[in-house]
């Protein structure tokens, strides 16, 4: 797989955390595209259900945040859901983006054969189903190889690990629900771990590594952060501002 290369490496890899989210309106085609012309090594994204059960990329469960609608995504169709406006309200040059559906996001990435993703299940009752749709759907276009599924539910952590057999990145457990605990639990499910900046120390990251759990870092956007981020071990960030984290990367490969 080629996402084995994050468990082999000593390369800061870089996640662009819903796309390039600090310089365009997150999880929109047009903050993906941005960062991969930039240089993101992975893509982070947010995946839910409309009520015509389609694969959408979106973070919240309402639009209201990000969209100029209101309402549960689950409770519009997808015809529904495309009339949003998902640009404006971050800026009015963005006006008229829309909300992408998982279809057209997959389709993006066919000028991008290396970039990895790191595809975000958002927790709801039917977020199994999202899963096994969003698995499907990547087998299909022949890019699982390049995934990594994330969900802050530990049941669908389980599922996507049981059933499919595929890296799974979870949290501390504080963090997520549904969580077991004890080495048979929940961190037996999980590949890797998202540490926020909040938790991170070089201690948590050393414990997780013990156990065989690869310790990634979010969101440091600052160059102290990302650099107190590689001080601690991690070396895979989900950042929200991509330039910092390349900025401290260039650095570290001048000195090799």
């Given at each position: 797989m080629m996402i084995e290369r994050l468990a082999h490496t000593n390369e800061i890899i870089i996640a662009a955390h819903r796309g390039w989210k600090s310089a365009y309106p997150e999880n929109t085609l047009l903050a993906f595209r941005k960062a991969l012309e930039r240089g993101a090594d992975m893509l982070e994204l947010?995946?839910?259900?409309?009520?015509?059960?389609?694969?959408?990329?979106?973070?919240?469960?309402?639009?209201?945040?990000t969209t100029d609608g209101t309402g549960n995504v689950g409770d519009y169709a997808l015809t529904e859901l495309k009339r949003l406006d998902a640009g404006g309200w971050f800026g009015p040059e963005f006006q008229g983006l829309e909300v992408p559906t998982f279809r057209e996001f997959c389709d993006l990435l066919t000028a991008y054969p290396e970039v990895l993703l790191n595809v975000e299940i958002k927790p709801a009752a039917n977020a199994i189903e999202a899963a096994d749709l969003a698995i499907a759907m990547l087998r299909d276009d022949g890019y699982l190889e390049r995934c990594v599924f994330t969900c802050f539910?530990?049941?669908?952590?389980?599922?996507?690990?049981?059933?499919?057999?595929?890296?799974?990145?979870?949290?501390?457990?504080?963090?997520?629900?549904?969580?077991?605990?004890?080495?048979?639990?929940?961190?037996?499910?999980?590949?890797?771990?998202?540490?926020s900046m909040k938790l991170l120390t070089p201690e948590l990251v050393q414990n997780y590594r013990k156990q065989g759990i690869l310790p990634w870092s979010y969101c440091p956007d600052e160059e102290e952060q990302v650099r107190y981020a590689l001080e601690c071990g991690t070396t895979t960030m989900t950042v929200n501002d991509l330039l910092p984290a390349m900025k401290v990367r260039e650095e570290e490969e001048r000195k090799i």
């Open positions: 947010d995946l839910r259900l409309t009520r015509d059960q389609e694969l959408v990329v979106i973070h919240d469960q309402t639009v209201d945040r539910d530990a049941n669908v952590l389980t599922h996507i690990h049981d059933t499919y057999y595929l890296p799974t990145q979870g949290f501390p457990g504080q963090l997520m629900s549904n969580y077991v605990a004890g080495p048979e639990g929940t961190m037996s499910k999980m590949w890797a771990v998202g540490i």
